[in-house]
């Protein structure tokens, strides 16, 4: 349930990081989720994929990665950059 | 175009667990204890509230947030005991998150309180990933539910300091095994503190009311 407000929260921290990278565009942001962090993996890709529908950050992926304990962590951004 | 890496390590949370520090710190600097009670809905909480408030002394310095998704049914509840109580309505979200609290909070002055219990949202799940800046989660486990629970919702017992096992007055009833449930949430938790109240008959209450009195 409160999954849609976790992809939210992703989200944002995506937006906020892409500030110092004019002209990119976000490729992939790795996430880690443990089993006892109360959110469920399945439940976060299908809300992320709902939220960024017809956004810029359509094609982002969210890569959900199995974490320990309690973590629900932003591990990795990964941009395109245009070339300098 | 070139692939860059940007190296992360933070919370998912951090916006709400910035704004949970700073109600941590506030609570610290003002000296208010401040308990965050989590439950399926219909464990109790709210009864369990009444009884607590029932039993204070009226120039006890406590007061309620009590969170609900609609109604402000529980904050009327509650107000009859002539402490400040105010319902937090989150129209929709499923748990309370440290900005509703700070919302909440604003217009009482904190050196006016020395015990703030915060009754979540009826959710087992959600409100586990939310700091309130709380300085001890406390679940509650109603004997109607079933023994599995802890091991069908691990996060919540793992991250409570205690567990408040509720309606033990039914326990002739219901095919609730009590030892089976303490085994379980120790399974998840070995340190966890385990209490046994019925909001009905009032027993086990005066542990409940030691409990907090010897954190506060």
Known sequence: MHELGIANSILEAVATEMRPHPGARAVRIAVTVGALSGVDRDSLAFCFGAIVK???FEKLALDVREGASDELDLTCLELEEPEP | MSTTKVPLERKVLSENDRLAAELRAAFARHGVHCLNLISSPGSGKT???ERTLAAFDPAKRVAVLTGDIQTDADARRLARFGFPVRQITTAGACHLDARMVATALEGWDLANIDLLFIENVGNL??????DLGEAAKVVLLSVAEGEEKPLKYPGI???SKLMVLTKIDLLPYVPFRL????ANARAIQPGIEIL????????????WMEWIERRA
């Open chain 2, 157 to 159: 017992f793992f991250k």
């Open chain 1, 54 to 56: 017809g956004t810029p």
């Open chain 2, 125 to 130: 799940v959600c409100p586990t990933s939310y």
């Open chain 2, 179 to 182: 030892e089976d449930a303490i």
């Open chain 2, 47 to 49: 009864a369990l509230l």
């Open chain 2, 196 to 207: 046994q109240v019925s909001n009905t008959t009032g027993e086990g209450l005066d542990n």
